[in-house]
């Protein structure tokens, strides 16, 4: 092909030096972007030329995520582009026989303005064998909503599910039931850990989005956030690696011509995979760390997203006489929408995921859906059907009652997951446009699932005081469901442990009686077993546990240059919701202990046999080591994971 000459076409991506690696049988895309500098109104064509018979080359207009609109044709005619202005365009290409490894094309795309203004670009692709990764996280997302109804009732009629894109994804899927978390059952952690086969010990998270660090000259304690240049383990502080990481390190088996992307709803996820202000990723983004293609995230009402049908008359207040204009916004936690660029909503994050699918097509991409788990936080869980009532009115959701925290409110909470089920859905249409159904390694996940509160706080510091303990505690931390203590002499932590263990309170649904921590000291956080309750964690041995990290706790610094790892865990149980002192973090549903681990956990692609695989023993940990065996790749020494063989259908 001859070169292309200078002009008013571009081509709209992060490189353009970069040719798209395509495997037989599927297709890549790319898009272009042509601007009229005037003079006038113009009309005009624009086509694509293949350089070989072997390929397929077409164009068409694009939708809001960069997706073919319209008919693909070789040339298409548009018309009415103002001065000033510009229109994108994708180009869809695709090899028509089977071509050997590392066979290279170069397609031609030409644009012509009746005005007399024209553009040319190159466009590269290369055959290539292995599949492509790509993973859908679900904040929050428990299983049980898969046999939830848009009415909140079980086993819907297919009409009425709540989630039939993850249904059909199911079906056709390894699924795993009884899939867990990592234990804390926190975001930061978990998805860590889907991304690298690592625990939080192993990887060295404790908390999720700010980290203590120590405390400063002054006796103030220090926090902040931390990088992947945080995450160390082991007694020499070896960094954790990802599959980001893997997928360029040619020591592992990695290209470094992969093209890695990740997008988030929340943007402390991003910090994991920074090394300072550095990343190993090509395309790290979230509402604020966006590239020049993507939109700015708007404002929006959490409880109220674009595919709820009937937003603008029902009532996402809370449920004990709730006025009519106290709506989403007014939650507590539920303000996301006040600060989209931190909280961008999933509708954003998954046209934008589809814009990175379609402009650079990675190798490994990772879209990660937030609001569900900001909304069980805002108005309370709905994956329990049995413990919400209808209040005498079955065709209204917003008065619905729940048995342990009447404030709760499951119709905008059931509305964002119906939202993250239909983006779930746009992810899988796009990947069955490629080819790619059966051709790449698709997993979706959740970090955890959530459960609606009781009113009912239990405040640390009081508990403690009570009991004579205060000045053995420098530090309280963490809110809902898991707090974390630091003290003056760790050989007191087994002093304070007893008494929290020992503390009981009359529960107030069931009058009983009942112990509301499990506290875990270091040595237990090691072994894995607590004293009251038996096994409570994984023990890898060696030092290095599901909730215990080595390097934090054996190695520690005075610098605060490290986080600094608590003496005690504590986990509340039976629906409470702990309270420590200078948090406020009032919430309605939450996370962090056992009964908030069950996780989402689906997996398709070359190498992975359909069905149901119910063993107990299946975590997020176990992702990262069935991958880097699928694509041929050795997994580093933080793997904590093992590969779910039962589940391989290759020789």
């Not at 046209?351 to 991409?365: K, S, Y």
């Amino acid at each position: 092909m001859v070169s292309c000459p200078a002009g008013s076409l571009t081509q709209v991506t992060v490189d353009a030096s970069r040719p798209h690696r395509v495997i037989n049988g599927t297709k890549t895309s790319y898009v272009v972007e042509m601007t009229n500098p005037g003079p006038g109104i113009a009309a005009g064509s624009i086509s694509v030329t293949a350089d070989s018979p072997d390929w397929s080359a077409l164009v068409a207009n694009v939708d809001s995520g960069f997706s073919p609109l319209g008919t693909s044709v070789p040339t298409l005619l548009f018309s009415g582009l103002d001065v000033g202005q510009s229109r994108k365009f994708v180009i869809t290409v695709s090899p028509q026989t089977t071509l050997t490894e590392g066979t290279p094309a170069t397609f031609q795309v030409n644009a012509s303005l009746n005005n007399g203004v024209s553009g040319c670009v190159e466009l590269g692709a290369v055959i290539h064998d292995k599949p492509k990764v790509v993973m859908l996280g679900i904040d929050g997302f428990s299983p049980k909503y898969l046999f939830v109804g848009r009415d909140g009732n079980l086993n819907p009629p297919p009409q009425n599910q709540l989630t039939p894109n993850l249904n059909f994804f199911k079906s056709q899927s390894a699924w795993f039931p009884e899939g867990r978390s990592s234990l804390p059952a926190g975001t930061d952690m978990n998805v860590f850990a889907a991304l690298s086969g690592s625990w939080p010990g192993t990887a060295g998270i404790p908390y999720v989005g700010v980290y203590f660090r120590g405390w400063d000259d002054n006796g103030y304690p220090v926090s902040g956030d931390i990088t992947a240049d945080d995450l160390r383990y082991g007694p020499n502080g070896d960094r954790a690696l990802s599959i980001f990481d893997v997928a360029k390190d040619p020591t592992y088996g990695g290209d470094p011509q992969n093209f890695t992307a990740f997008i988030s709803g929340k943007f402390q996820l991003d910090n994991l995979l920074r090394t300072g202000d550095e990343t190993v990723l090509d395309m790290l983004t979230d509402g604020e760390r966006r590239v020049y293609y993507m939109s700015e995230p708007q404002p929006y009402l959490l409880g109220d997203p674009p595919s709820d049908p009937n937003k603008d008359t029902d009532r996402d207040g809370i449920n004990i006489n709730p006025p009519e204009e106290y709506r989403m916004h007014s939650y507590g936690v539920g303000n996301a929408g006040d600060n989209p660029t931190n909280n961008p909503e999933d509708r954003w994050v998954t046209i934008n995921g589809l814009r990175i699918i379609n402009a650079e097509d990675p190798d490994v991409m990772v879209i990660h859906l937030a609001s569900v788990d900001k909304i069980q936080h805002g108005a309370g869980a709905a994956n329990f059907p049995s413990e919400w009532s209808n209040n005498g009115t079955p065709d209204v959701m917003w008065d619905d009652l729940n048995v342990y925290n009447q404030n709760a409110n499951r119709e905008p909470t059931l509305d964002v997951v119906y939202e993250a089920d239909a983006m779930s859905g746009l992810v899988f249409k796009r990947l069955v446009q490629r080819g790619l159904t059966n051709k790449a390694l698709v997993v979706v996940y959740s970090d955890h699932s959530g459960v609606t509160y009781l009113n009912n706080d239990l405040p640390l510091a009081t508990i403690v005081a009570q009991a004579g303990l205060s000045s053995m505690v420098r530090r309280y931390g963490g809110a809902a469901e898991l707090g974390n203590i630091f003290l003056w002499n760790h050989e007191d932590a087994d002093t304070v442990a007893q008494v929290l263990e020992n503390y009981t309170v009359v529960h107030p649904i069931t009058g009983e009686t009942v112990h509301p921590f499990v506290v875990l000291t270091r040595q237990e956080m090691n072994s894995g077993v607590d004293n009251v309750i038996g096994v409570f964690a994984r023990d890898g041995g060696a030092e290095r546990g599901e909730s215990y990290s080595e390097w934090l706790i054996e190695h520690p610094v005075d610098d605060n240059s490290r986080v600094v790892w608590p003496d005690l865990f504590i986990f509340a149980q039976e629906r409470f919701e702990i309270v420590v002192p200078n948090v406020e973090y009032p919430v309605l549903g939450g996370h962090s202990g056992p009964m908030t681990s069950s996780t989402l956990l689906m997996m398709r692609g070359p190498g992975i046999a359909n069905g149901v695989y119910s063993a107990q023993d299946t975590t997020l940990v176990d992702i990262m080591p069935t991958l880097y065996h699928l694509l041929g790749w050795d997994a580093p020494k933080n793997v904590d994971g093992r590969i779910l063989t039962e589940t391989l259908s290759e020789p």
